[in-house]
């Protein structure tokens, strides 16, 4: 048995057929909570996660305490020391 807390692909689908695996879905693995504890359904709202914003990042510099500002080079996009070149820290954005 496999349980996903998402949907499953149609190649997992397959896979698990071919193999005999039961899939759950979220919603299934509640009602079956449900049925067996007689409690109520509980509606709970999907969570929303949403990524840093890259142009006001929170923290200060850990080496030298001047603000991390956003920043980007050749190789993408990353946080910076606004204190550079005297400090050269720097974090990817991601």
Request: aromatic share 8%; glycine share 8%; with cysteine.
């Given at each position: 048995m496999?349980?996903?807390?998402?949907?499953?692909?149609?190649?997992?689908?397959?896979?698990?057929?071919?193999?005999?695996?039961?899939?759950?879905?979220?919603?299934?693995?509640?009602?079956?909570?449900?049925?067996?504890?007689?409690?109520?359904?509980?509606?709970?709202?999907p969570?929303?996660?949403?990524?840093?914003?890259i142009?006001?990042?929170?923290?200060d510099?850990?080496?030298?305490?001047?603000?991390?500002l956003?920043?980007?080079?050749?190789?993408?996009?990353?946080?910076?020391?606004?204190?550079?070149?005297?400090?050269?820290?720097t974090?990817?954005?991601?």
């Amino acid at each position: 048995m496999v349980i996903t807390n998402s949907r499953f692909t149609k190649a997992a689908v397959n896979l698990a057929r071919a193999n005999g695996v039961t899939l759950w879905s979220r919603e299934h693995l509640i009602l079956q909570f449900a049925a067996v504890n007689g409690a109520a359904l509980i509606h709970t709202p999907p969570v929303v996660i949403s990524a840093p914003d890259i142009q006001n990042p929170t923290t200060d510099c850990p080496r030298c305490g001047k603000d991390i500002l956003a920043r980007s080079g050749r190789l993408g996009k990353f946080y910076g020391c606004s204190g550079y070149p005297a400090c050269r820290y720097t974090r990817d954005a991601k």
